[in-house]
């Protein structure tokens, strides 16, 4: 026997902790050459939006250059999705801006600090879900909740990249503090930074729209032209650098990206500081939630495309250690980003060694490339994010949801309007809690049908839907939940009027077909309407009871205590105790 | 036409929000003389009762009597229960003290306008509550919850009287500060209050235990013997009262009540302080749900053996109006009581109206009884509560949750042992959201079986349990459970799995009789189930789905979009799908 397949062994439990030992053993010359190309194009992508995503969170540029060196090698080696490609990514930069500017000012250092301190924080928790199997919570995120949150995000993302755009100061994580400071900027405006950002994002907004067809009308490949179409920032930015260097804009008032420490990623450590740690610990974890999310439906969707599948539980530890890695290089909370994950998958690449290449590009380009960016006008890195963000903006779904499901909507447009107006950690907490809170008020009030006899069959349908046939003498009830403590008192009420209404009633009988589960509380209330029922000379049964419900409430007294039967069926139910339903001939009308 | 009957017409309205318009009707001599005679029993035992549950809220004693006067009459006036008595009770004035010792210290007249200002929020969310008919939320309060919640509040009461009885100083909202504070006393314990209190409480148990049959044996009726059980207390504290002042207990260091002042209950207001409101709104709400479920399940198991009914929406105005007349009338929370209310139910009161006699006897005792109360030892108040209180605990439901079901176990303990440890309000919350987790754990988490025929029927039966006909071409599925965000992605693995693990499959059909929703994530699930098998070339299909979700399904295009067909019956898809499982003669084995 080979002792290292057998489940739990040594061998196997590292193959499962590192996926690269799987991929790595069948690593040929190919595969490296897919790896390299689709790593060159993510590196010409990663480098704006890195720069991007920092000043986004608040941070120096270059923190975003360390934050995709180390967690990228990190993925590499603990992912099992071949093509995502973690760093610092638009929504958790936001939510990381609103966090940190929370606890310090931007530009201190403590500012810089709480930035390492949220990644550890979001790190040590990804791996203490992924140690605790945990992964489900992230469940509890509705897909409303889900679209809600990232529609607002991006609409709050352009907003705060407004400022930029117009050189103007404003600071705010919702619209209701960021618009009216902007709104007194307007007569500070900066024509010739609005004019360099009007005519990048012009640019960026052209080359989605209007250069792939153009490049494809060229006789490019689809796929090649997709990829230019991506690489296009790369240009925008070498265009606008050059002439900001060559006209001195940054004499002129420009804000540029300056000065940018050339070499390594620094060796950082988070701070221990206690009351660092309670003020960070509830963004650590929405940031979290958010960034594995998001992450797993990225990799979900491109891993599906080549019939892979990716582990949930492998992820919430890649991440962790991706994040880890970020707190101890000096950079921010990092998450899988959708667009740089699609350029990777649809360049080519064929393992998560690609993202292993792409660190190095950054790495070369942090070492090399750095002084190059010091022209580098603010307002072209805004109009990159801008344009990128503006793809999440989705109100789709809030149509889609009131025609749906009215709770579902009001999930979504609590989550909008909450995040917007009061801010990404209270518009998603508020999002996730009322979607909870509605569906605990659903369960709490169930559909209780009265069912009977569809005449000529032994189906059983509401009395109110259909024309059926039913005895003053039996109440069929089908209560379309489970039963639990928070509508155990419905039933009881539905019973009571039910009896209060029907005199000659002598037997009550539950179709349980959709009962999954009878709680304690909700077995006391049958218990109570049994006892209120036999007190009134009414029977109650049970019919179509399930399995593992009738294997629990075998484990009561209750089922020895019932005035009624247990039948296997509701037809057979009726069939004992009122025959004349079933024998007598279809009623008439 | 009788327009004063019609629904929403004023005398209808009023009716309805005045139950004693109705009862004052009938109202003869006959029922006269049975208040009378149920009020003049409940007064005997309200006034010691009145007097310990004011000083366990550790407040002036004359505060019990005042909030036993004002609340009553108005219950009389709003209450839809015959037998309720309302007024001080142990487990609010436990919930009382916790949260006027945490904004004030005992003893000064910020505390008593803590208790007040409590009473008044209580009374203005009970009213908000009736307004708003939101009555229902009680329900989210599980029987487990409430019985870990009662027994541990009974043995914390316990506690808190042993420093009366041991005639120390200690002071502590829970056991883990009560209990060292007491173990540093020992040393000081005082002998004669030791021994009255012992004195008492043995005289308080053995009536409960031994009087009662001996009363029987001397041939009074079953119904005279409880009532003379009832009222023993005051025979103890007319003894005690007597002794210590003919032996001057005081003066050898026994705490007695002392001065009340003598008169009417004074008219009084809240404070208005924001502060004060803020800290004491979540106890207020605590408070307002306990005693609003405490009251309801009192009323509700006297009003059953009358055959009567109570209306809870009634109940929380009712006590909506006596807990802001206790605030106006210098009393504290008060709620429904369950000793009290069988006491009067059982000595025969008929109408509301013995509670507002009891409420003018209470009067009588404030204006002439009370300097006769000044030499009554705390020792025997101290007695007459444990004894009490002694009866709420009962730890059999931890036996009986842990055999039905482990859920409902956990919420009892961690209410116990959170209310004990931590204290009334942190166990009750802990308890309530341990709870709800739990249930939206299981929702999470449902139980999927995979279903084959049973031969010879049209019934299908999980293939785990039962011998059934399965065709390697046809998986079906049973969910049950109703389809929400947090079980969507269980679905899916389901699926995914079962897909890799079945090569030979074309269909699979989800049997939905126990899906009794599915909201828009769980949609979005399935259109990506159906994406996802429909590239793999099967087909998904779906059986038995009920009214209302089908109508919603209807007004999304998922149907429009499905890769399989809608069966009215499993058994229908299976014979339309797999006809060779119908059909075949009954496997062997």
Known sequence: MNTGSRPGGLAQVLARTLPCLQWSRQYDREALGADLLAA?????????????????????????????VAPLLLYAVFGSSSALAVGPVAVVSLMTAAAIGGVAAAGTPAHVAAALTLAFLSGAMLLAMALLRLGFL?????????????????????????????????????????????????????????????????????????????LQRASLSPRAADMATKAAPV???????????????QGQGVQVVGHIPQGLPPLTWPSFDPALWQALALPALLISVVGFVESVSVGQTLAARRRERIEPNQELLALGASNLGAACTGGLPVSGGFSRSAVNFDAGARTPAAGA???????????????????????????????????LVDFSVLRRTWVYARADFAAVAATLVGTLALGVETGLLAGVLLSLALYLLRTSRPHI?????????????????????????????????????????????????????????????LQCSAINDIDASALESLEAI??????????????EVKGPVMDRLQRSDFLQGLSGRVFLSHYQAVAALTPEVVAAPPATG
Chains 1, 2 share one sequence.
């Open 449 to 509: 049908a009265s069912v009977g006899l569809v005449p000529g069959t032994e189906h059983f349908r509401n009395v109110l839907r259909h024309a059926v046939r039913t005895s003053p003498a039996l109440l069929s009830l089908r209560v379309d939940e489970s039963l639990y403590f928070a509508n155990a008192r419905s039933l009881e009420d539905r019973i009571n009027d039910a009896v209060a209404a029907q005199p000659a009633l002598r037997h009550v009988v």
């Open 138 to 214: 992230a469940s509890f995120l509705s897909h409303p909740v889900i679209s809600g949150f990232v529609s607002a995000s991006g609409l709050l993302i352009a907003a705060t990249q407004l400022k930029t755009l117009l050189g103007v100061q404003a600071s705010g994580h919702d619209l209701l503090t960021l618009l009216p400071a902007l709104a007194r900027q307007l007569g500070n405006v900066h024509g010739l930074t609005l004019a360099v950002g009007v005519c990048a994002t012009a640019f960026l907004l052209w080359v989605r729209r209007g250069l792939k067809p153009l």
């Open 357 to 391: 290449y792409t660190a190095l590009g950054i790495l070369a380009a942090s070492l090399l490339l750095t002084p190059a960016l010091h022209h580098l006008p603010q307002a072209t890195l805004a109009a990159t994010i801008v344009v990128a963000v503006l793809s």
């Open 530 to 543: 049994d006892l209120r029922l036999r007190a009134a000379g009414i029977a109650l049964h049970l019919s």
């Open 235 to 249: 240009a925008a930015i070498a265009v606008s650098t050059a002439l900001s260097w060559a006209l001195d804009w």
């Open 40 to 68: 060159g194009i993510v590196t010409l992508m990663l480098i704006p939006q890195s720069l991007a995503y920092a000043l986004l969170a608040g941070l120096p540029a270059e923190v975003g250059l360390y934050a995709s």
